[in-house]
Every structure is written in structure tokens, then in C-alpha cells.
């Protein structure tokens, strides 16, 4: 009977792949930080300050602007759409 090392074999696999990657696209992957808009870079910032641990899970905060944009009440026209029936 013949016992198999199904973790270092899974190891081993990952590490030829990711060899694999790299001299597959040695020099055509540009790094990503590069070519981020000011807003972009901001909501990475915030994820990346906000991140916290609580019961196993990371929680992120929120990467939308502050304050939140004053968006126009569109009741009625959601009304209109939707039919009379139409509740929220």
C-alpha cells in the first residue's frame, strides 16, 4: 500500500505554478500600484488602515467617498416606474 503526502504534494504543485507564472510573464506584469487613479489609491488606503480581525473575520471600512454624496429623492419617479403598488 502506498501512502501518499497529499500536502507537500499540493506545496510542491503551487510552486512550480507560481515559477511558472513568473517566467511566463517575466516583465509583462506592470505593478498595479502604478497605473491607480488618486481615488483608487485613497480606497486602498482606507482598506488597508481599517482592516481589523473581530471573531475570525477581517472587516474592511467602507472605501466610499466621505461625506456621502446628496443624492435627490427619486421616490416618484421610482413610483411612476414601478407602478403604484411600488412600496419600500
Known amino acids: 500500500m502506498r501512502v501518499v503526502n497529499v500536502e507537500k504534494e499540493e506545496d510542491v504543485l503551487m510552486q512550480q505554478l507560481e515559477r511558472f507564472w513568473k517566467t511566463d510573464n517575466a ?3 506592470p505593478d498595479c500600484k502604478v497605473f491607480m487613479s488618486v481615488e483608487d489609491i485613497r480606497a486602498l ?3 488597508e488602515n481599517s482592516a481589523t480581525l473581530i ?7 467602507p472605501p466610499w467617498r466621505e461625506p456621502a454624496p446628496k443624492l435627490p429623492n427619486n421616490r416618484i419617479m421610482a413610483e411612476h416606474l414601478h407602478g403604484e403598488d411600488y412600496s419600500c
Do not use: P, S
Request: proline residues 0%; negative net charge.
Open 55 to 61: 471573531d475570525g473575520h477581517y472587516q474592511l471600512a
Open 27 to 29: 516583465g509583462l506584469i
Open 45 to 47: 488606503a482606507v482598506m
